[in-house]
Antibody, heavy 122, light 107 residues
Framework: EVQLVESGGGLVQPGRSLKLSCAASGFTFSNYYMAWVRQAPTKGLEWVAYISTGGGSTYYRDSVKGRFTISRDNAKSTLYLQMDSLRSEDTATYYC???????????????WGQGVMVTVSS | DIQMTQSPSSMSVSLGDTVTITCRASQDVGIYVNWFQQKPGKSPRRMIYRATNLADGVPSRFSGSRSGSDYSLTISSLESEDVADYHCLQYDEYPNTFGAGTKLELK
């Protein structure tokens, strides 16, 4: 059974950092492009970042560029999102998912984690 | 960035209705549009991928279509379990972008 399990969320003050993890199982993690998607309370879904299978290619939405870093450890089947200089507008549930297009390959956002809540507030 | 203009934002529906939700892409995104269903407190569930393909385990009353830059999700003969939020996503270009969502509510 495919599982994506996020962790690392919580309450953090503006300007501080937080690192999310997403532990994958039930599929060959190293073969999949991965992404983070977030959803602010009562709002729609918002794509955040993408990483290629080897980690050498990444993309970010403009509002998190320079503050967030997506990475992965294929040996541990784990995806990460390092979030620095957090702002109140980063408050959301963060989902990891298998998705993205690059180098002629496409992964179609088939698997999703249960989500982890991040609250940025003083 | 590519804008996905989703309509309607909400819809009041009855069981047995045929429901159509549409996303219009501001640029060509080819076939790379997905539709997701999301229920309160739950993760998104992929319903349609690459515009027209039914995801595994999704009932056949769901279908996806494309006409130019307009992408549609149709639910035939709506059942109570289909009452949820629906989101479109384009993943042809980065940043990938979602529509604003459609909330289905029972009359």
């Amino acid at each position: 059974e495919v599982q994506l399990v996020e962790s690392g969320g919580g309450l953090v003050q503006p300007g501080r950092s937080l690192k999310l993890s997403c532990a994958a199982s039930g599929f060959t993690f190293s073969n999949y492009y991965m992404a983070w998607v977030r959803q602010a309370p009562t709002k729609g879904l918002e794509w955040v970042a993408y990483i290629s299978t080897g980690g050498g290619s990444t993309y970010y939405r403009d509002s998190v560029k320079g503050r967030f870093t997506i990475s992965r450890d294929n040996a541990k089947s784990t995806l990460y999102l390092q979030m620095d200089s957090l702002r109140s507008e980063d408050t959301a549930t963060y989902y990891c998912t298998t998705g993205g297009r690059n180098y002629g390959y496409t992964y179609d956002f088939d698997y999703w984690g249960q989500g982890v809540m991040v609250t940025v507030s003083s | 960035d590519i804008q996905m203009t989703q309509s309607p934002s909400s819809m009041s529906v009855s069981l047995g209705d045929t429901v159509t939700i549409t996303c219009r892409a501001s640029q060509d995104v080819g076939i790379y549009v997905n539709w997701f269903q999301q229920k309160p407190g739950k993760s998104p569930r992929r319903m349609i991928y690459r515009a027209t393909n039914l995801a595994d385990g999704v009932p056949s009353r769901f279908s996806g279509s494309r006409s130019g830059s307009d992408y549609s999700l149709t639910i035939s003969s709506l059942e109570s379990e289909d009452v949820a939020d629906y989101h479109c996503l384009q993943y042809d270009e980065y940043p990938n972008t979602f529509g604003a969502g459609t909330k289905l509510e029972l009359k």
